[in-house]
């Protein structure tokens, strides 16, 4: 069964530190590219980074450069989310979701519905 867990969310000061993990079963990396959104409370949601399968190249939404970094291990078929410099705004719940052969604008398109998400893991930064 394909399956993305997220993981890492929690209760952080303004400034501080998350490292957030999706882990990937029955899906790879070779295959599959990898998104992170989120999704604040009334807000729609907003995907911001991701890493491309195959080549592992990686995408950021404007606003996510500079304080976002995505990463992916292949050996432990993970993508990882850094989150530095957190403010109240980044308070959501993140999810992480998959295509198959896609390219990330694809994916990170708020119209274009992922072949699969994983459940989602809550930050929130405290001021």
């Known amino acids: 069964e394909v399956q993305l867990q997220a993981s890492g969310g929690g209760l952080v000061q303004v400034g501080g530190s998350l490292r957030l993990s999706c882990i990937l079963s029955?899906?790879?990396?070779?295959?599959?590219?990898i998104g992170w959104f989120r999704q604040a409370p009334g807000k729609e949601r907003e995907g911001f980074s991701c890493v491309k399968y195959g080549d592992g190249g990686t995408y950021y939404t404007d606003s996510a450069k500079g304080r976002f970094t995505i990463s992916s291990d292949n050996a432990k078929n993970t993508v990882y989310l850094q989150s530095d410099s957190l403010k109240p705004e980044d308070t959501a719940v993140y999810y992480c979701?998959?295509?198959?052969?896609?390219?990330?604008?694809?994916?990170?398109?708020?119209?274009?519905?992922?072949?699969?998400w994983g459940q989602g893991t809550q930050v929130t930064v405290s001021s």
């Open positions: 979701a998959a295509i198959i052969w896609g390219e990330c604008d694809l994916l990170l398109n708020r119209h274009y519905e992922p072949d699969h």
């Open positions: 029955e899906l790879t990396l070779d295959e599959y590219t």
